[in-house]
């Protein structure tokens, strides 16, 4: 049996104490009055459906999957899953930081994403079905007309339709400027969208009567690339501008995958057949519209990871603490019981504390992360708005890339501590690390995000959020450096930080005379990037703790997991250094034409 228990305690350490809330909040018009009593609340409320409605589908959702009528194209999700949304839309969730205008309770991103967390360590397959809803409701936010916000959006808010992004294409997956289907204009202003998606998340579903689909497609005229994609609202059933549904639109669901992980999550083949869509934004702009939801469906992957990672952790350290096995190597612990628990051993103790290590400062990463979201948005000035939004793109990939990769990572450390016992479904470990897979390919992989932080965040716009972000950590190194009990951490956070910069300028030199550099150096780059970032949130929750009157286990706690990711964690920067100076020789010399030989 897997169990979950929303992490309460270290959210409300994230939120209040590293993230400050109530400053945060002030500083965001209309969402003045959030306190910790109303936040309290919220999380309290959110830990009870996670735990007593979402998680005990979990492991049934798994073994039963979706299913597809071929007949009807109709998707039917696992026993549950649909009384689950209902109570989910019934207890106003699915508009919890949607704006107040469309029906939603306007409350901060940074709040949402706590909720998140629970979401997906409860259920990631459930969680997939409101993370797209969030993704269109952002896109529609920002770049809707205002029929389309008033028409589409407020169903998806009060979640009685959901939403989708169709991006993907049989022969276009990263590379979206291969992308075939068509949006062809029509007399009435709208457009007839034809062509095949693939691996559409929620494409097809009995949560809701209607499904938003937002459509990337190209117009007849538009230029070859990425320049000449457009955006189309989609939905399975006509809606007319003053709201009136109509009849079924020409998409249907062609098929779902039978996959590795995420089994109650449907993923779909979706075939437009001249169906009726909408342009949303500019034409031939559709992907900068994309990404606004991209950005935030790669927040929310990266929270997943998160999710997991907490779960499989929670389950190893019950598991450990009960199961039986071997003599510590320094004498019994437990000479009452014929043996001492799997806890006592060293690498028992390494895999867990891994695992822990991830949970508590991935958590603190992503949601300051999903501060920033909030700042993008609604800071009250220009420079203030700018400032977050440059300092979000340089996190997103980072935090999209590695704490998914750390969720592969954790979850396969944690089916280890129940050993043969966490290879056998009985104990849901094996779930856990199978659903863990997915969430370093969807949303642009973790090769797609370490180009787009190198490549992209970096290089190109010349390190504006990289920037800001060593200015937050030689700031804190700065204010901290007397500190006597906070200087084993702040001098190799410190050290860490200007070699990290070093490293930067050193790659952006390479670039320049080899542009494979940019390539060979990139995952690696972004295993680096992530280890120090949590470093730094490390440093900050030992400070935190100490500061802000936590009881004395929990500051020791924080104390010596720290302890731990400073040795045995962080000096994996070193490795990644020098794979990085190693260059791309190495990687590029062998001829494509050896590689099969013997
Ligand atoms: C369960 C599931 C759900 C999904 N949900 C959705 C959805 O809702 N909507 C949607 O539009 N899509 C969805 N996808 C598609 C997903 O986003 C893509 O699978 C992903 O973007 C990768 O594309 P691809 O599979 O075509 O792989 P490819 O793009 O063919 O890439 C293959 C491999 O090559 C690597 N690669 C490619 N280019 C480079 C490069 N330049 N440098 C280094 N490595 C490179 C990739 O990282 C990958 O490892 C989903 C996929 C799955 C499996």
Redesign the pocket.
């Known amino acids: 049996m897997n169990s979950y228990r929303a992490p309460v305690r270290d959210l409300r350490f994230a939120l209040y104490d590293l993230v400050d809330l109530e400053a945060h909040a002030a500083k965001l018009p209309g969402a003045e009055h959030v306190n910790r009593e109303l936040v309290d609340a919220v999380l309290d409320e959110a830990a009870r459906f996670t735990e007593q409605v979402l998680a005990p589908l979990n492991g049934s959702g798994d073994a039963e999957g979706c299913s597809h009528d071929k007949a009807t194209g109709a998707v039917s999700t696992p026993k549950g899953f649909r009384e689950a949304y209902a109570q989910f839309v019934e207890g106003g969730w699915s508009g919890l930081t949607a704006p107040e205008e469309f029906g939603g309770q306007g409350l901060p991103e940074l709040v949402g994403a706590a909720f998140k967390e629970m979401i997906d360590a409860a259920n990631l397959s459930w969680g997939n079905y409101p993370l797209?809803s969030h993704g269109a409701t952002e896109a529609l936010k920002h770049h809707g007309e205002a029929w389309q916000q008033e028409v589409f959006l407020k169903p998806i808010v009060e979640g009685r339709w959901t939403g989708?992004?169709?991006?993907?294409e049989p022969h276009?997956?990263?590379?979206l400027a291969l992308l075939k289907t068509r949006a062809e204009p029509q007399a009435d202003g709208s457009f007839a969208v034809t062509g095949t998606?693939?691996?559409?998340?929620?494409?097809e579903h009995d949560f809701t009567d209607n499904i938003v689909h937002l459509v990337l497609a190209r117009l007849p005229d538009a230029p070859a690339g990425t320049k000449g994609i457009s955006l189309f609202i989609v939905p399975k059933f006509k809606v007319a501008k003053d709201g009136a549904v109509g009849e079924r639109n020409a998409l249907r669901c062609g098929s779902i995958?039978h996959?590795m992980g995420?089994h109650g999550?449907a993923?779909c083949v979706m075939n437009f057949d001249g169906a009726e869509g909408w342009l949303i934004g500019q034409p031939n702009k559709g992907l900068a519209a994309m990404f606004t939801m991209m950005n935030s469906a790669r927040l929310a992957v990266g929270i997943q990871g998160l999710g997991l990672i907490d779960r499989a952790c929670q389950n190893a350290l019950a598991y450990s603490r009960d199961r039986l096995q071997m003599r510590s190597l320094s004498g019994p612990k437990r000479p009452d019981k014929p043996a001492d628990p799997l806890i006592v051993h060293p690498d028992i103790r390494r895999m867990l504390l891994t695992c822990k290590a991830f949970a508590e400062s991935g958590r603190a990463l992503a949601m300051h992360a999903a501060s920033l979201v909030d700042l993008v948005d609604k800071a009250q000035t220009p420079e203030a708005r700018a400032e977050a939004d440059a300092l979000l793109s340089f996190l997103t990939p980072i935090v999209k890339g590695v704490l998914t990769e750390a969720s592969v990572e954790c979850t396969y450390h944690a089916l280890q501590c129940f050993g043969g016992h966490g290879y056998v479904r009985e104990w849901g470990m094996e779930q856990l690390a199978r659903d863990a897979r997915?969430t370093t390919?969807?949303?642009?992989?973790?090769?797609?995000q370490a180009?787009d932080l190198l490549g992209r965040k970096v290089i190109q716009q010349q390190g504006a959020g990289f920037k800001l972000f060593l200015g937050m950590i030689v700031e804190f190194c700065s204010a901290n450096v007397a500190k006597p009990e906070l200087v084993e951490f702040i001098a190799p956070l410190a050290q860490a930080a200007q070699d990290w910069q070093q490293l930067t300028l050193d790659i952006a030199q390479r670039v320049q005379s080899n542009p494979e550099e940019l390539?060979a150096a990139?995952v690696d780059y972004l295993f680096y990037s992530g280890y120090v970032s949590l470093a730094y949130w490390w440093a900050r929750s030992v400070a935190a703790a100490d500061a802000n009157g936590h009881s004395e286990d929990f500051r020791k706690a924080k104390r010596e997991t720290a302890r731990f990711y400073f040795k045995r964690i962080l000096p994996r920067t070193l490795a990644h250094a020098a794979s990085i100076r190693a260059g791309s020789d190495s990687l590029m010399a062998l001829d494509e034409t050896l590689f099969g030989l013997g």
């Open positions: 797209l989708t992004m169709c991006l993907t276009c997956g990263s590379d998606k693939i691996f559409i998340t929620g494409g995958e996959k995420i999550s993923t997915i390919i969807y949303e642009g992989t973790t090769q797609i180009l390539g990139s």
